[in-house]
């Protein structure tokens, strides 16, 4: 990194810009800078991690986890980049009865699957087979290629739910995990965007599930300690505190501007949720395709919950602690501590509309709502945590929703071939533009993993 004074700006020389330190961005810098590239890491928060966030439970050492925070089977960059760090994981608790609400019934179960009616069953497994055939057709490189790609795309998923779900409750049931998997209604996206999601991460069962899916396991000293741990090997390489205003592009090089410094670079990697991509400057503007694609993928919206009780009573009681309500603004629930217990948690989800609904509320007002779906769940006890966190994604300036964008109708289509695609000396990545597990860190991991690799291979061709 070189440095020269411009006046009041300073000039500082590097081969490679990131923008963003998720990790998208580290992945990114850890590959260049392993490749002995000259890197800079440019973080707008005072933390690593992007939308993975740790918080100290008051009175002891102890955290809870306030963004992303599970692992699991298929997930292999991930586990592989946890296993190269020396760091490891521990199952989500998935022993015991599990809790479900279904068109204002409570049933408990043990297993998978909740005591349904048979015919309702039928119906949601029938559209499963459907869902996973469907999403398997989906090229994961280009989802746009696909068969009927027009006709998916033309269409939300909501649209797609209705044709081939026929009871109420199955479509009750669809949309509570439509809401639970990209923190959005069915009709926000379009079918094609939520075939392409499933394909990427290895089916609806994958997806839903704990023990082997997607909720499988947890990772200790929680997911911002893996971003922490990858941001110190990289040093000084890494900004904090600095957002990007403004980049300076041509064919051949970059300027990116962050506070009194200006970044000039060979390259530079913008690896943050698209809606904030939109928000930086460039100079000249952004193709209008990329600029188009950019405008129509959203972020889902979710507010995390975290409620600390003095001992785990569900589990006392033979609850697992998992729970879900296709009613209640609460709609999904897990236990959120560790094997031993210490400290007992439950962790929630007030997700797409139900987030927006209980956003509006004072901090007071979506406690209440929260504690007491979790009483209508786990019983009177839960009204009474010792301690309550929890986090408005869409409200954090650097992130603004969660867990990840989505392509709403048409976009995939007229403007997908652009989420990989370089643009000058630009370069994008963010667990958006993955091809596996896409909306997931392992997804973040890949696409970091991919944008260094292609600065690296074009600067191999170079004379």
């Not at 459907?130 to 994961?140: E, F, G, M, T």
């Not at 948690?345 to 139900?354: K, N, P, Q, R, W």
């Not at 209508?376 to 309550?388: C, E, L, Q």
């Amino acid at each position: 990194m070189r440095a020269s004074g411009n006046g009041d700006v300073r000039c500082v020389m590097v081969d490679v810009v990131v923008v963003g330190a998720g990790f998208a961005g580290l992945s990114a810098a850890r590959s260049l800078a392993d490749a002995g590239r000259d890197v800079v890491v440019l973080e707008a928060r005072e933390r690593v991690g992007g939308r993975v966030q740790n918080a100290a439970v008051p009175g002891g050492e102890a955290i809870v986890e306030v963004g992303g925070q599970w692992v699991g089977p298929g997930q292999d960059r991930m586990l592989g980049l946890l296993d190269e760090l020396g760091i490891d994981t521990y199952p989500t608790r998935d022993e015991g009865v599990h809790v479900a609400e279904f068109g204002g019934r409570a049933v408990r179960y043990e297993g998978r699957v909740p005591r349904l009616n048979p015919v309702v069953l039928a119906d949601i497994g029938q559209a499963q087979l459907r869902l996973d055939r469907a999403a398997r057709q989906v090229p994961l490189d280009a989802p746009w290629r696909a068969r009927h790609a027009g006709a998916l795309d033309g269409q939300t998923f909501g649209t797609w739910l209705r044709r081939h779900v026929y009871s109420g409750t199955g479509m009750a049931f669809y949309r509570l995990i439509t809401e639970a998997v990209w923190c959005a209604g069915p009709d926000d996206m379009s079918a094609l965007w939520a075939l392409f999601y499933i394909h990427a991460g290895g089916g609806v069962e994958s997806l839903i599930n704990t023990t082997g899916g997607a909720q499988q396991d947890r990772i200790v000293g929680g997911a911002q300690g893996v971003a922490e741990k990858l941001a110190a090997g990289l040093g000084d390489r890494v900004v904090l505190g600095e957002p990007v205003t403004r980049i300076r592009w041509s064919d051949s090089d970059v300027r990116v501007r962050a506070g009194l410094r200006e970044f000039h670079a060979r390259h530079a990697i913008v690896a943050v949720p698209p809606p904030l991509a939109a928000r930086i400057r460039f100079e000249p503007g952004l193709p209008g395709e990329r600029d188009q694609l950019l405008q129509r993928m959203p972020m889902g919206w979710t507010i995390k919950v975290n409620a600390v009780y003095d001992e785990p009573f569900w589990r006392e009681a033979g609850l697992s602690g998992q729970a879900n309500g296709d009613r209640r603004a609460l709609g999904t629930v897990f236990d959120g501590g560790p094997p031993d217990g210490s400290p007992a948690v439950l962790v929630g989800f007030l997700e797409a509309g139900h987030a927006q609904v209980a956003a509006r509320l004072e901090p007071k007002e979506r406690r209440e709502l929260v504690l007491d779906d979790l009483a209508a769940y786990f019983g009177s006890k839960a009204r009474n945590p010792v301690h309550y966190v929890e986090q408005d994604w869409a409200a954090e300036e650097y992130t603004r929703g969660c867990y990840g964008a989505f392509a709403t109708p048409m976009t995939l289509t007229r403007f997908g071939h652009g989420l990989r695609t370089p643009v000058g000396a630009l370069h994008w990545a963010g667990t958006e533009t993955a091809t596996r597990w896409a909306g997931y860190m392992d997804g973040a991991v890949e696409s970091g993993r991919r944008a260094a690799e292609e600065i690296l291979e074009g600067d191999a061709l170079m004379p």
